[in-house]
């Protein structure tokens, strides 16, 4: 395919850098340019320093790409500290923001389905692992009103442990798990909030650009690439990791007061197509090959 069509470039993503594959092409066409996205979360110390020799290598197979798309300052920043900067080009996320994007008979639809017509919905769609601070949302539930709902999105390792915590915590009747899905949109275009309360340094967050295109405020811990997404006080806000009660208070400063939330909400889609639809961010990638 490569020798038929042409090809002058690989664009690597979802790929483990050191994929054999790649070292493969590299011998047999060694004029083949490689870049390679990188979209992973981080821990607090992703390299402690008794790691100097992972750190080393790591780099040096780092080197074999000729670019590294960063899909925010934040990974960008992360690759700096290790002697990467001048193979680094930020390209951030996009979406598809007519497939993400309210839709009132939606969110009324599914509204109805799940019994939610007069309750505050608070949406998490997450690979459901410690990380992704599932047990933060759970443990804020009880300083707020009981219509407020968590509707939880996904499935994972830590779903029978937040199901338990749920149980302790008496929130049966305000705790929702319902699984993968396959049109997450839904659920984001009848929420009313969506929460990311990530532990470790999310790359970004996809979920909270779609959330932001559906028009929903999306309440997030203050990590990683978040930042660059949810603009604080205006398309949501930003609360410490692991700090329940911070959610708890952003949570109810948007119940108290709807014209706010309405008022986030467009802001939100505004944001999320001005910065993040394929209209804008495709000519950065063409540009990149290009160049």
């Given at each position: 395919m490569i020798?038929?069509?042409a090809i002058e470039i690989v664009h690597w993503s979802f790929y483990h850098p050191l994929n054999a594959y790649v070292w493969?092409?590299?011998?047999?066409?060694?004029?083949?340019?490689?870049?390679?996205?990188?979209?992973?979360?981080?821990?607090?110390?992703?390299?402690?320093?008794r790691s100097l020799v992972r750190r080393a290598l790591k780099r040096a197979f780092l080197?074999?790409?000729?670019?590294?798309?960063?899909?925010?300052?934040?990974?960008?920043?992360?690759?700096?500290?290790?002697?990467?900067?001048?193979?680094?080009?930020?390209?951030?996320?996009?979406?598809?923001?007519?497939?993400?994007?309210?839709?009132?008979?939606?969110?009324?639809?599914?509204r109805g389905q799940l019994l939610a017509e007069s309750q505050f919905g608070l949406l998490l769609v997450a690979h459901l692992i410690p990380e992704k601070?599932?047990?933060?949302?759970?443990?804020?539930?009880?300083?707020?009103?009981?219509?407020?709902?968590?509707?939880?999105?996904?499935?994972?390792?830590?779903?029978?442990?937040?199901?338990r915590l749920a149980e302790e915590l008496g929130l049966a009747k305000q705790v929702r798990f319902l699984g993968n899905q396959s049109e997450v949109q839904r659920y984001m275009q009848a929420a009313d909030c969506l929460v990311c309360p990530s532990l470790w340094l999310e790359a970004a967050g996809l979920v909270n650009i779609e959330a932001l295109a559906c028009g929903v405020p999306v309440v997030a811990s203050r990590v990683g690439g978040i930042p660059e997404i949810v603009v604080h006080g205006r398309t949501g806000f930003l609360f410490e990791p692991g700090r329940a009660d911070e959610l708890?208070?952003?949570v109810r400063g948007l119940l108290e007061e709807p014209e706010k939330l309405a008022e986030m909400g467009r802001a939100a889609r505004g944001v999320a197509v001005e910065r993040h639809s394929a209209e804008r961010r495709i000519p950065e990638y063409l540009d990149l090959y290009r160049r």
């Amino acid at each position: 395919m490569i020798d038929e069509h042409a090809i002058e470039i690989v664009h690597w993503s979802f790929y483990h850098p050191l994929n054999a594959y790649v070292w493969a092409l590299t011998v047999a066409r060694p004029l083949l340019t490689h870049y390679l996205t990188d979209h992973r979360s981080r821990y607090g110390d992703p390299l402690p320093r008794r790691s100097l020799v992972r750190r080393a290598l790591k780099r040096a197979f780092l080197r074999r790409y000729r670019r590294i798309v960063c899909v925010s300052e934040f990974i960008a920043d992360s690759l700096r500290s290790e002697g990467l900067a001048e193979r680094l080009t930020i390209c951030a996320h996009f979406i598809n923001t007519d497939r993400f994007r309210p839709d009132p008979a939606v969110r009324e639809q599914v509204r109805g389905q799940l019994l939610a017509e007069s309750q505050f919905g608070l949406l998490l769609v997450a690979h459901l692992i410690p990380e992704k601070g599932g047990e933060v949302l759970l443990r804020a539930l009880p300083g707020l009103p009981p219509q407020v709902q968590a509707w939880i999105v996904g499935d994972g390792p830590d779903t029978s442990r937040l199901q338990r915590l749920a149980e302790e915590l008496g929130l049966a009747k305000q705790v929702r798990f319902l699984g993968n899905q396959s049109e997450v949109q839904r659920y984001m275009q009848a929420a009313d909030c969506l929460v990311c309360p990530s532990l470790w340094l999310e790359a970004a967050g996809l979920v909270n650009i779609e959330a932001l295109a559906c028009g929903v405020p999306v309440v997030a811990s203050r990590v990683g690439g978040i930042p660059e997404i949810v603009v604080h006080g205006r398309t949501g806000f930003l609360f410490e990791p692991g700090r329940a009660d911070e959610l708890a208070a952003a949570v109810r400063g948007l119940l108290e007061e709807p014209e706010k939330l309405a008022e986030m909400g467009r802001a939100a889609r505004g944001v999320a197509v001005e910065r993040h639809s394929a209209e804008r961010r495709i000519p950065e990638y063409l540009d990149l090959y290009r160049r």
